[in-house]
T-cell receptor, first 115, second 110 residues
């Protein structure tokens, strides 16, 4: 099993450009999450999904949109990138059922630089 | 609002036990204590979790005080590969998500 994979690994954008980050998991997990990590800030939750076709806002959702059209994929979109969105983005997943949501499996991260 | 507090950094000599403290004085009765770690540039990795009793697995031990207001993660024989940021998190089944704080940066020194 590949676990949780993220595409791309690194990207440079200009202010105002758009892009989509892809997260895929092959563990048949029901829950999926998108986090961002900035220096000295720890991880902050952007959006999450508790099942196919569902999404919910996390701590810092502004400027991002998400979609969960397939159970194994969770997409994070930036419609108009800003320098403040320069960060490392991590995707995670957890097993079905709320009692497993504390145990999350993380991907390797996507490093995004917005100029 | 942070529900756990951890020291920002700690050092540990290689081969010695690393004891990482976490304060969670406002923990509720059905909140679990979870520990994750993040080795430089990698995604976080789940280590261990517990509710009331002490727990041990192949990676670490978790000691939770009787009043559950604090806990300690113990790496029994720290190696250089244990150098990482360690996160203490509270979670319960009514939560759909976990909130990570800044964690403790552990440096294992040769």
């Amino acid at each position: 099993n590949a676990g949780v994979t993220q595409t791309p690994k690194f990207r440079v954008l200009k202010t105002g450009q758009s892009m989509t980050l892809l997260c895929a998991q092959d563990m048949n997990h029901e829950y999926m999450y998108w986090y961002r990590q900035d220096p000295g800030m720890g991880l902050r939750l952007i959006h999450y999904s508790v099942g196919e076709g569902t999404t919910a806002k996390g701590e810092v959702p502004d400027g991002y949109n998400v979609s969960r059209l397939k159970k194994q994929n969770f997409l994070l979109g930036l419609e108009s990138a800003a320098p403040s969105q320069t960060s490392v983005y991590f995707c995670a997943s957890s097993r079905q059922g709320k009692r497993f949501a504390g145990s999350q499996y993380f991907g390797p991260g996507t490093r995004l630089l917005v100029l | 609002d942070a529900k756990t507090t951890q020291p920002p950094s700690m050092d540990c000599a290689e081969g010695r036990a690393a004891n990482l403290p976490c304060n969670h004085s406002t923990i509720s009765g059905n909140e679990y204590v979870y520990w994750y770690r993040q080795i430089h540039s990698q995604g976080p990795q789940y280590i261990i979790h517990g509710l009331k009793n002490n727990e041990t697995n192949e990676m670490a031990s978790l000691i939770i005080t009787e009043d559950r207001k604090s806990s300690t993660l113990i790496l029994p024989h720290a190696t250089l590969r244990d150098t990482a940021v360690y996160y203490c998190i509270l979670w319960k089944t009514s939560y759909d998500k976990v909130i990570f704080g800044p964690g403790t940066s552990l440096s294992v020194i040769p």
